[in-house]
């Protein structure tokens, strides 16, 4: 059955460093969405990328789907104790399921 | 075995009928949650409960109620069914409700008509 992976499963960065976490499926997808979950709360909708190719970028976060449709890369500029939580990927895979990563741990140290 | 299992896959009713979604984990996990996803894909959660109680109850209809008899088990029921209830429904489940990721059940596609 078609899986996202994702990688790492957790990461540690030093404030201000850059980082980036990678979303990987087995076969092309349909659309392939970003989450955020902060700790003890529920998530958080970032973005949404349907096309071979599409960047999109919000505040320092910036997210790429590759032309294949088969892997997305999460990229966070300059990162900030605010953008630590847990980055899941979710995805539209086929036979109209609906599947998500297993989710990166970020932690940001002062 | 499936970790994190919902049923069923998916719903057609009608306006006005009552329905359940079931969600059954076997990871021994504390938390367990119900999302609703809307049409523009964003996941909202509706209900959080950690050890048979509840923890997070969002604005949400009072048509919706999570029941959990034992904390393997977080079933949905909706009473009165609407067209705006039409949505893919998610369930998940944490070791904790802190710091820690959900695990995902398929979800189940509710269709209103």
């Known amino acids: 059955s078609q899986e996202l992976e994702q990688s790492p499963q957790s990461l540690i960065v030093q404030e201000g460093k850059n980082l980036t976490i990678n979303c990987t499926s087995s076969?092309?997808?349909?659309?392939l969405y970003w989450y955020k979950q902060k700790y003890g709360e529920g998530l958080i909708f970032l973005m949404m990328?349907?096309?071979?190719?599409e960047e999109k970028s919000h505040e320092k976060i910036t997210a790429k789907l590759d032309e294949k449709k088969q892997q997305s890369s999460l990229h966070i500029t300059a990162s900030q104790p605010s953008h630590a939580g847990i980055y899941l990927c979710?995805?539209?895979?086929?036979?109209?399921?609906?599947?998500f990563g297993k989710g990166t741990r970020l932690h940001i140290l002062p | 075995d499936t970790a994190v299992s919902q049923t069923p896959k998916y719903l057609v009713t009608q306006m006005g009928n009552d329905k359940s979604i079931k969600c059954e984990q076997n990871?021994?996990?504390?938390?367990m949650y119900w999302y609703k996803q809307d049409s523009k894909k964003f996941l909202k959660i509706m209900f959080s409960?950690?050890?048979?109680?509840?923890?997070i109850n969002e604005t949400v209809p009072n048509r919706f109620s999570p029941k959990s008899p034992d904390k393997a088990h977080l079933n949905l029921h909706i009473n009165s069914l609407e067209l705006g209830d039409s949505a893919v429904y998610f369930c998940?489940?944490?070791?904790?409700?802190?710091?820690?990721?959900?695990?995902f059940g398929q979800g189940t596609r509710l269709t209103v008509v």
């Open positions: 998940a489940s944490s070791p904790t409700g802190t710091g820690t990721e959900a695990f």
């Open positions: 076969k092309t997808l349909y659309g």
């Open positions: 990328l349907q096309k071979g190719g």
């Open positions: 979710g995805a539209d895979a086929q036979h109209d399921k609906i599947i």
């Open positions: 990871l021994g996990h504390d938390t």
């Open positions: 409960y950690n050890n048979k109680e509840l923890i």
